[in-house]
């Protein structure tokens, strides 16, 4: 473990970098890993993520809706396909 | 204001050696319940949300750590507990669950497949509604096939395996044994692919996908919970 391991937040002025997190061979964007932290896992009842109609709605604080997961995610997407161009 | 983030939980043992802090960083703290320990960090309310990816890294980190050394149940990100009475209140209703998905999935990590059609690979056909559809069938159909492929390749690797379909392509999630995440990926990309698919691999991961849906989402009896 370890080999070849870089520091995730010096990474983080590019975003879309392919990052590792486990050692040399596993390889983990933080696209993946926002989807990870925000979407899988346990959900305290009453918490601030809600699914609506297969749709992770995120919420902060007093009920207002940031973004969904989803198209957070699709933006994100689109702004990795704008910087590879 | 503060709240109660909780990061993960594991079975205990004295050789896991721990992250020192965690988000935004907030010292990270052990709860101990018996077997069950979980991580957690008193941490500023709401959090900032120009600062919600290096926040999100952060705990990606904490869990990961424990995550290398040992199965884990990891908490979203977003979701806090008022206070410590509710944390503990929360860990003693639900303890026993955790111990039972930890121990179902204590060899085993998640490792995931997304195929998706390339948006600029092929034009979409406008000439008619009839068209589109027909094309939209065709698509559909290899998308398909491909997902079944793979499944068929990772079959004698997986332990289980879910499969989900979102608009950014279908999904496939399989619990593979630790130490067998490179045969997962030499099974996927040994699968040949339609040029116009694509398909990304990534993990291990804690297999979040396979938790039981009592410990996915609990419910904690006369207690507030999170806000």
């Known amino acids: 473990m370890g080999h070849g391991r870089r520091t995730l937040l010096s990474l983080m002025p590019n975003d879309f970098e392919t990052l590792e997190t486990l050692g040399g061979e596993d390889e983990v964007s933080l696209l993946e890993i926002l989807d ?27 009920n207002v809706v940031l973004a969904s997961v989803e198209t957070a995610l699709s933006n994100l997407q689109i702004e990795e396909k704008r910087r590879q161009k | 204001m503060s709240r109660i983030l909780v990061y993960c939980g594991f079975r205990h043992a004295p050789e896991i050696s721990l992250p020192a802090v965690g988000v935004n960083a907030a010292p990270v703290q052990v709860a101990a319940f018996d077997n ?28 990961h750590q424990v995550f290398k050394q040992t199965a884990v149940i990891p908490f979203r990100l977003l979701s806090v507990f ?12 639900n303890r026993q669950r955790f111990l039972e998905d930890l121990n179902r999935l204590r060899d085993v ?14 034009p979409v056909d406008r000439s008619s509604g009839k068209a589109y559809l027909e094309q939209k069938a065709v698509a559909l159909r290899s998308s398909e096939a491909s997902v079944q492929a793979t499944q068929d390749a990772l079959a004698h690797l997986s332990r289980e ?31 040949p692919i339609p040029t116009h698919l694509s398909r990304r691999m990534s993990g291990p991961w804690p297999a979040a996908e396979f938790l039981s849906e009592q410990v996915k989402m609990p419910q904690i009896d006369g207690v507030a919970g999170a806000k």
């Open chain 2, 161 to 191: 395996v879910r499969v989900r379909e979102g608009k950014n392509g279908t999904r496939i999630f399989v619990l593979v044994e630790r130490g067998c995440e490179n045969n997962f990926r030499q099974a996927v990309t040994a699968v």
């Open chain 1, 36 to 62: 990870h932290v925000l979407n899988s896992g346990v959900v305290i009842h009453g918490s601030l993520v809600i699914s609506l109609a297969g749709v992770d709605l995120v919420y902060l604080g007093l």
């Open chain 2, 82 to 93: 008022d206070d410590q009475q509710a944390f503990t209140a929360f860990v003693v209703e």
């Open chain 2, 36 to 63: 069950l320990s979980l991580l957690w960090s008193e941490v500023e309310w709401p959090f900032d949300p120009q600062r919600m990816q290096k926040s999100a890294v952060e705990f990606h980190e904490v869990v």
């Open chain 2, 109 to 122: 990590v998640q490792m995931e497949c997304v195929i998706y059609t390339k948006p600029s690979e092929t």
